[in-house]
């Protein structure tokens, strides 16, 4: 509401400057008020034509060829129909002309032509402007951001109870499986590695992402009863993505997974790749007798900082969808990931 009063009342200031300059010579107030409608009601589509359609549809694909070829057929048929709109109201006379108007057809044309150029330039001009802002908003809402993964990546690399439960695993398995026991060290020095020295880059190979999650999934099977699937489809090695994205669904996967006996209890998830589309897919049985908080409080980040992130570091670029469904937990994450 705010923005649209603001809107309004720079229209009418506009519309009150340009009768003063503009038709300053026309001593009949209808006929100025007249014709300052019909230029200013042009400039405004002009005006909202680019700042509402054109340059958001830029933004989006940065085709800046395909943004001036549909400015100039928009400037082209706006200035052509009020050109022809405005022939038909002269010679008609809707509104009695009470001054020497002596243009032809083709000057009427031109004339509308360059108004309209001017509403149009105004409009690119300041939603360039308009993102420019929001950009620098958004790369200070980043560095915010950074600033609290950066402790989130430290609480995560010192947390002594993953850790302390991983080594549990690791001495027993020392007695009763020696090759599984080196294999769980080796994921637990690639997890350490990963997390020490990769995460404190803003993006980081989507292969390297995927290694340590599957690292992270190994570990944490030895110690869940549940049946655990984890079908990784990934064969491109140019795109990166943000550290520890996916962790705090994983993590929550396993935090809260059922253990009834009654039935199966399944950790279950799916990564795709389609392109530069990362189809992540997430599911775990939720126990029957206590319904899932949906809070996601673990260790990780969280579900409300995750969906902060992704609106930082891929807006517009990803699709989010948690539901709970006969005591089940799903988690749909569609992401355009960066080369």
């Known amino acids: ?139 200070n809402e980043m560095e915010k951001a950074n600033s609290l993964a950066e402790l989130t990546y430290l609480k995560a690399q010192l947390n002594p109870h993953f850790l302390f439960n991983s080594l549990n695993s690791l001495y027993t398995q020392l007695d009763f499986d020696l090759p599984q026991a080196k294999f769980t060290l080796v994921n637990i020095a690639d997890l350490l590695r990963y997390q020490l020295y990769e995460c404190s880059a803003d993006f980081v190979p989507l292969s390297k992402e995927l290694m340590h999650l599957e690292n992270y999934f190994n570990l944490q099977r030895i110690r869940t009863e549940a049946t655990t699937i984890l079908n990784v489809k990934v064969d491109n090695n140019n795109l990166t993505i943000s550290p520890l994205l996916l962790m705090p669904f994983v993590e929550n996967a396993f935090k809260h997974v059922s253990d009834d006996d009654s039935r199966e209890n399944i950790i279950q998830i799916d990564i795709q790749l389609t392109g530069e589309n990362l189809h992540f897919y997430c599911m775990n049985t939720s126990p029957v007798k206590e319904p899932l908080s949906g809070t996601y409080d673990s260790t990780g980040i969280g579900l409300q900082n995750v969906r902060q992130r992704l609106e930082l570091l891929y807006s517009n670029k990803y699709e989010l969808t948690t539901k709970e469904l006969d005591h089940k937990y799903y988690i749909y994450l569609n992401l355009i990931l960066n080369q």
């Open 1 to 139: 509401m705010q923005r649209f009063l603001l809107h309004v009342s720079f229209w009418l200031g506009f519309f009150f400057i340009w009768n003063q300059i503009t038709y300053f010579y026309i001593s009949d107030k209808g006929n100025r008020l007249y014709f300052s409608a019909l230029d200013v009601s042009l400039i405004l589509c002009a005006f909202y034509g680019i700042y509402s359609y054109l340059m958001p549809r830029y933004f989006k694909h940065k085709h800046l060829t395909k943004l001036v070829v549909q400015s100039l057929i928009y400037l082209i048929l706006l200035a052509g129909g009020y050109a022809f709109a405005m022939k038909l109201f002269l010679n008609h006379m809707v509104v009695p002309i009470h001054f020497n108007f002596s243009w032809n057809y083709t000057d009427l044309q031109y004339n509308r032509f360059f108004i309209a150029l001017l509403g149009l330039l105004g409009g690119g001009a300041i939603k360039l402007a308009l993102d420019r802002v929001n950009t620098q908003r958004r790369l």
